[in-house]
């Protein structure tokens, strides 16, 4: 895995998130809602940062962002996916679909089964993809140093 494919599932990744920041529609459909005065603006910010010291130092870089992609995606499973595979109240699903009644579902809310919506499929997807991509890097990089 070389350094420049690893910064281009970032930097999608990064894109992709942005969209968070101010929120993302088109006519009546909202793919995501604004969300840069929440703890997503601190998330960003964070993953900027370690993204600029990935691209510009990535020695010091890689790890630190490996570990943030790993624990970014272990929240996100806590707070998404958890509840859609092992299930979840009634009151947590209501407030769920709630939550993101505006945005944008591939598969339509559910009042049985927790179902994230579009906007969160392919951040979840795209966090997956930039950290295998990034512990690729990592390991590649450490066998290369211990040749």
Request: hydrophobic share 55%; charged share 15%.
């Amino acid at each position: 895995m070389n350094k420049r494919f690893c910064i281009i599932a970032n930097c999608c990744l990064l894109v992709w998130f942005f969209l968070d920041m101010f929120g993302f529609s088109i006519g009546n459909v909202t793919l995501v809602e604004a969300a840069w005065n929440d703890i997503d603006g601190i998330m960003y910010l964070i993953f900027i940062g370690l993204f600029i010291l990935f691209c510009v130092k990535d020695r010091y870089g890689r790890y630190p962002l490996a570990v943030f992609l790993f624990l970014w995606i272990a929240m996100q499973f806590a707070s998404h996916w958890y509840y859609t595979i092992f299930g979840a109240t009634e009151a947590k699903i209501a407030g769920y679909n709630s939550f993101y009644a505006n945005t944008f579902h591939v598969v339509p809310a559910s009042d049985s089964i927790l179902v994230p919506d579009l906007y969160h499929i392919l951040l979840h997807a795209l966090i997956l993809f930039a950290l295998i991509c990034t512990i690729l890097f990592c390991v590649k990089n450490r066998k290369k140093r211990t040749e």
